[in-house]
Every structure is written in structure tokens, then in C-alpha cells.
């Protein structure tokens, strides 16, 4: 199945596991140059973690931060869409992980859970998979209700402006001309995933009544330069962690950032 034929699909989660039988979740984040973006998440999510929290992983993927936390020894529960990313989680777990998978779709699930019920949130996935603005509104809501008054919320967008950027350079130099994109405003169109303008994510949050404690930069220009930093020596790649680590923070540096990382609280 290609794009034009996902695109004519009615159900918006058949849509989504269409489109991860075209990318490869599982591979994602391998890369030394994409690992930077579970490094510097991970970095800020560890900040607030203390033992016996219990942790919410929306739109988990392949289980990437869901099985690192549970293996560092926290109550995970885990929701995933994809039935065979889901089943990844399931195969990789150990015994001794206090890890839930569950496979369904974040709103739905987030409904039958008890309110204040987690003490940390990551939503990395459903803010670029649903597709109408109301049902993003709704998910942040939920996730508001189902977390402590000390909990932080953390959601993942996909950068509206880098993207031209990096799919002309990286692939496909035509699509600056041909891409589908407005080409007076500059708005990618919302396939396959959901793309936010820096202030269009920031105004999301503000307005679901969250409070945004910090916006990051999670990968930068990494995607971008990706040839190059997969080719650093381990010496070269310490130094360009440490040098993004000083960079992602920086508000005149996250317009140029692939993926945007925003911490929140009630």
C-alpha cells in the first residue's frame, strides 16, 4: 500500500498502522545522529523521576522509552495504536519489568483510567497522528485529568518549518518546488503526520490551560546532518551530544530543530 492509497482510507487508526508498515518505527532511533533525540528526552525526563513513580507512555512506538524506564525500575503502562509495535513491547519485556502494554488508541484509553494516576506522561505520538484539532485538545485534556498535581507532562511535534528544510536536502530536492506544502505560507500538509510551527505547538498547550516549564529543542538539526554524524568516532559524537545538550534550550534554536520537546505541568 502506498500514500495515495492510505490517504483514501476512511478510519483514521487504519490510516496510522499503514503508515508504520511503510517506516520502520523499530529503527528509528538506532542512528547515532536520530539517537540524540532519546538522549536529550530521556535527559529531561530523568530530571523529575523518583523511585516508585509510576509512568504513562502514549504512543509508545517500539517500546524505546517504555522499556528503558521499566528496566530502570519504574511502573510503566504502556499504550501503542500498532498492533505489531505493541507486540514488540510485549517480545522485548523481562519479567522483572513492572511494564502493561496495551494496544489501542491514546483518547480511548486514556478515558478508563482514574485521574491522578500517573506521576509522569510522555506524548510522544498522538499530537502528530490525530488528525482533527479537537481530538488533540481532548488528549491533552485527558492527560491532564489522569496525572498528579506534581506530575510532568511531556509532548513530542513535529517542526512545520524544518520539515521543507530537511525533506528538499535529505530527500527529495524537488519538493521545495512540488512538495505539498502551501507555498505562500508555508504550511506542510497533515500527511502522514501533523506538523506545528513553534508557536502553533506552544499556543496548543497554553491553551489546553497547561503550563510549559521548558521548550527544547529534542533533536536539532540532526536529521539533517544526519551522513556526517553517523561517520563521528565516539569521541567526536560525546563532544556533539555535550555541544546539542548546550544548544537545545536556546529559544533562537529551536526553530531549527526537527522535533520539539515541550515539559508541562497542571
Known amino acids: 500500500m502506498d500514500f495515495n492509497e492510505i490517504f483514501q482510507l476512511d478510519n483514521e487508526f487504519e490510516k496510522v498502522s499503514a503508515i508504520y508498515d511503510i517506516f520502520d518505527e523499530s529503527m528509528r532511533l538506532e542512528s547515532k545522529s536520530a539517537k540524540i533525540e532519546f538522549i536529550i528526552s530521556i535527559k529531561y525526563i530523568e530530571q523529575h523521576l523518583k523511585p516508585g513513580m509510576r509512568i504513562l507512555d502514549l504512543g509508545s512506538g517500539t517500546g524505546r522509552y517504555s522499556l528503558y524506564l521499566a528496566q530502570k525500575g519504574y511502573e510503566v503502562v504502556s499504550v501503542e495504536l500498532v498492533k505489531k509495535h505493541a507486540d514488540s513491547i510485549e517480545k522485548a519485556r523481562t519479567k522483572l519489568m513492572n511494564l502493561t502494554v496495551i494496544q489501542g488508541d491514546a483518547v480511548s484509553e486514556l478515558k478508563l483510567m482514574k485521574e491522578n494516576s500517573f506521576d509522569c506522561i510522555l506524548c510522544f505520538g498522538p499530537l502528530y497522528h490525530l488528525e482533527k484539532v479537537e481530538e488533540r485538545i481532548e488528549c491533552i485534556k485527558e492527560i491532564n485529568r489522569v496525572c498528579t498535581n506534581n ?116
Open 151 to 266: 506530575c510532568r507532562m511531556y509532548f513530542a511535534f513535529i517542526n512545520n518549518d524544518m520539515v521543507i528544510t530537511t525533506e528538499t536536502i535529505c530527500y527529495d530536492k524537488d519538493f521545495i518546488v512540488s512538495g505539498n506544502y502551501n507555498k505562500d505560507t508555508f504550511k506542510v500538509d497533515d500527511f502522514p503526520f501533523v506538523f506545528y510551527t513553534v508557536d502553533g505547538a506552544r499556543n496548543l498547550l497554553k491553551n489546553s490551560g497547561l503550563t510549559i516549564e521548558k521548550e527544547i529543542a529534542s533533536d536539532g538539526m540532526n536529521e539533517l546532518l544526519r551522513d556526517k554524524i553517523n561517520k563521528f568516532d565516539d569521541e567526536t559524537y560525546k563532544h556533539w551530544v555535550k555541544y546539542h545538550l548546550y544548544l537545545c534550550e536556546k529559544p533562537e534554536f529551536l526553530g531549527s530543530s526537527n522535533h520539539l520537546l515541550f515539559v508541562c505541568r497542571k
